[in-house]
């Protein structure tokens, strides 16, 4: 059997997910808030964190102090378009377009178009489909595009005893996919989570951005909802 990638074993661990969710759900916080929240030793809750860091999921930074002594270190989750020069979600968004450009050599994929999603085509879209592709592939997903083009399909899903006891686990990888698609920097945005038949169907809604009211803050509760309709037929991501 093949090795798990780095990133699923990174997110299979409960004890870092529960991190993840504290710092998506709370913002900003110190090792030992950060510790005392998902019930951890400081210096197991800094190892986590030290994982997650290095996988690009959060983020580290010294608290901004004008006073001598040595500044606490503030930790949050990775969002936005990180334009730090080599920063891991940089090389992220730059290593999942060399290997998809590369199986495109390789391989004779799906005709131009019909690997849409949301209406979206060009340069910008692709290399967005690229890296969630990439990044769901390392996170140990199978997703599809469905048949109408506006929604993303994830099967049986590999966290999904994880699920059973802590429901919260969906927001956290829902959010982190909308950070992929918002760091690739194109016009596709994941705006909804639709728990059709958590863990073995979910859906995630895509739209085309137009204007910034068109996106939906990923803090806002009505973002994950349970769908009673069932999910259209799929083709692959790509």
């Known amino acids: 059997m093949a090795a798990q990638p780095p990133s699923y074993k990174t997110l299979a661990s409960l004890s870092r997910m529960n991190l993840l969710y504290q710092l998506q759900s709370r913002g900003t916080m110190t090792v030992n ?23 690009g999921f959060v983020t580290c930074a010294p608290e901004p102090r004008d006073s001598k002594g040595r500044p606490k270190m ?19 968004i730059e290593a999942a377009q060399q290997r998809a450009d590369q199986l495109r050599r390789m391989l004779p994929l799906l005709p131009a178009g019909q690997s849409a999603l949301a209406g979206c085509t060009g340069p910008a879209a692709q290399r967005q489909l690229d890296a969630l ?7 140990g997903f199978d997703a599809s595009i469905a048949e109408n083009g506006e929604q993303l399909n ?3 899903c590999p966290y999904s005893e994880m699920v059973k006891e802590h429901p919260e686990v969906c927001g956290v990888h829902y959010r982190l996919i909308q950070g992929v698609l918002e760091q690739a920097d194109g016009p596709l945005r994941a705006v909804g989570l639709n728990l059709i038949d958590a863990p073995h169907l979910c859906v995630i809604d895509v739209v085309a951005r137009q204007t910034a009211s ?6 806002r509760a009505p973002g994950i909802t349970p769908a009673i309709s069932t999910a259209s037929r799929a ?4």
Request: charged share 30%; net charge negative.
């Open 214 to 219: 068109d996106v939906v803050p990923v803090d």
């Open 74 to 92: 503030l930790y949050s989750a990775a969002g936005g378009v990180s334009t730090e020069l080599g920063s891991i979600r940089s090389r992220k």
């Open 133 to 139: 592709d990439d990044h769901l592939d390392q996170a």
């Open 33 to 55: 808030d950060l510790a005392e929240a998902a019930g951890l030793h400081h210096n197991t809750a800094r190892e986590h964190l030290d994982r997650l860091i290095n996988e």
């Open 235 to 238: 083709q692959p991501l790509r």
């Open 154 to 156: 994830l099967r049986d």
